[in-house]
T-cell receptor
Framework: EDKVVQSPLSLVVHEGDTVTLNCSYE??????LLWYKQEKKAPTFLFMLTSSGIEKKSGRLSSILDKKELFSILNITATQTGDSAVYLC???????????FGAGTRLTVKP | NAGVMQNPRHLVRRRGQEARLRCSPM?????VYWYRQLPEEGLKFMVYLQKENIIDESGMPKERFSAEFPKEGPSILRIQQVVRGDSAAYFCASSPYQEDYNEQFFGPGTRLTVL
């Protein structure tokens, strides 16, 4: 059965710290991996990764995928209190099955 | 503790028929969210419900779509007179409480195909 595991489940840091969130997966016929930032109402799309070894970057956030080892990491540098949220990882199999979500990592950034 | 359950997992309807998608939240959760996944667009918020109450339906199309979360039983997303453009994966998430940011647990989704 398809599975997505995120770690850690929760993380508390101080402003300015760098954090790394992990997502490992087991899916049939992998198509893509997506990262979301979940706060308030709906998850906000961050990155979609399809190719191994290519880093996606947006400001202080970056993510990379390792298709051989079946994992992805999401890095946040110089964290701010506004980065506090639950970060979701989801994997889209390539056999027309639907996305599988991890349980999320709850990040708390303290001033 | 079972996770969020959605059924059916796959639903095929012909144009003009009705589609009913069910979501059973995790035990102890009283808040349910419905999302639609479109290709290359990630998740799109549709509606947020509490037991017997619609909190926010700003993402719901004005016509043909409705949602409920009765006191007993699952939450239901209902699409009347389906059209081909309704074909998508519909995800439900549940949450135990309301905070500044909700921790939502997602179900496996229902893939609706309209022929």
């Amino acid at each position: 059965e398809d599975k997505v595991v995120q770690s850690p489940l929760s993380l508390v840091v101080h402003e300015g710290d760098t954090v790394t969130l992990n997502c490992s997966y087991e899916v049939t016929n992998f198509r893509s991996l997506l990262w979301y930032k979940q706060e308030k109402k709906a998850p906000t799309f961050l990155f979609m990764l399809t190719s191994s070894g290519i880093e996606k970057k947006s400001g202080r956030l970056s993510s990379i995928l390792d298709k051989k080892e079946l994992f992805s990491i999401l890095n946040i540098t110089a964290t701010q209190t506004g980065d506090s949220a639950v970060y979701l990882c989801a994997v889209e199999p390539g056999n027309n099955n639907d996305m599988r979500f991890g349980a999320g990592t709850r990040l708390t950034v303290k001033p | 503790n079972a996770g969020v359950m959605q059924n059916p997992r796959h639903l095929v309807r012909r144009r003009g028929q009705e589609a009913r998608l069910r979501c059973s939240p995790m035990k102890g959760h009283s808040h349910v969210y419905w999302y639609r996944q479109l290709p290359e667009e990630g998740l799109k918020f549709m509606v947020y419900l509490q037991k017997e109450n619609i909190i926010d339906e700003s993402g719901m199309p004005k016509e043909r779509f409705s949602a409920e979360f009765p006191k007993e039983g699952p939450s239901i997303l209902r699409i009347q007179q389906v059209v081909r453009g309704d074909s998508a994966a519909y995800f439900c998430a549940s949450s135990p409480y309301q905070e500044d940011y909700n921790e939502q647990f997602f179900g496996p989704g229902t893939r609706l195909t309209v022929l």
